[in-house]
């Protein structure tokens, strides 16, 4: 199958879960190296199909593509509910961005404040998650788009990736926090 045809069918799998659950939504491919995404700004679905591929070939057991793609297609759209949500943090996101670029990782990691806005920053993301989850739950048990059991999968999946880097950063921070204090002489 060539690249324009699967680009094609992606788009088709994920237009039709939008217009299955009844949401106006604009989907837009793009070569962002994130499988899928919600933008709250725009309010659009992203998708980089070469991405959403490799993907779902990272599971250990990896689920039809249409699956994969209609499970995260309503995960985006658990996100798309919870709009107000994610515009309500963007003055905190934007601060803790400017952060971000003001410094590089290393002085992050040697400095308690800057680390702990990064973890915060994580925290973040695992509570939109989680209810962009939890949303996109509710509209697979209403429309029945894919099996408990295989949205279940990818749901833990996906969390997991968001919790291990916030893990990594979590025990960092513990680390920063137990180094000795230099004395001033």
């Not at 490799?54 to 759209?77: D, G, I």
């Not at 992050?108 to 806005?117: K, V």
């Amino acid at each position: 199958m060539t690249k324009q045809l699967k680009e094609k069918e992606l788009y088709e799998i994920i237009n039709s879960v939008v217009q299955a659950v009844g949401m106006t939504m604009t989907i837009k491919q793009d070569h962002s190296g994130v499988n899928m995404s919600y933008n709250f700004i725009g309010d659009y679905v992203g998708f980089d199909a070469e991405r959403l591929i490799e993907a779902k070939n990272e599971l250990q057991y990896p689920p039809s593509l249409e699956v994969y793609v209609k499970t995260m297609t309503l995960h985006e759209l658990g996100h798309a509910v919870d709009r107000e949500a994610l515009q309500s943090s963007l003055p905190r996101t934007i601060e803790i961005f400017t952060m971000k670029k003001q410094h590089s990782l290393q002085e992050i990691y040697l400095h308690e404040h800057l680390l702990s806005m990064l973890l915060e920053e994580h925290d973040m993301n695992i509570q939109f998650e989680q209810t962009a989850w939890e949303n996109a739950w509710a509209l697979n048990c209403k429309h029945h788009f894919v099996c408990d059991k295989e949205f279940d999968y990818i749901r833990q999946h996906s969390l997991a990736t968001y919790k291990k880097i916030y893990e990594q950063d979590l025990q960092a921070y513990h680390h920063l926090l137990n180094q000795p204090v230099p004395q001033l002489a």
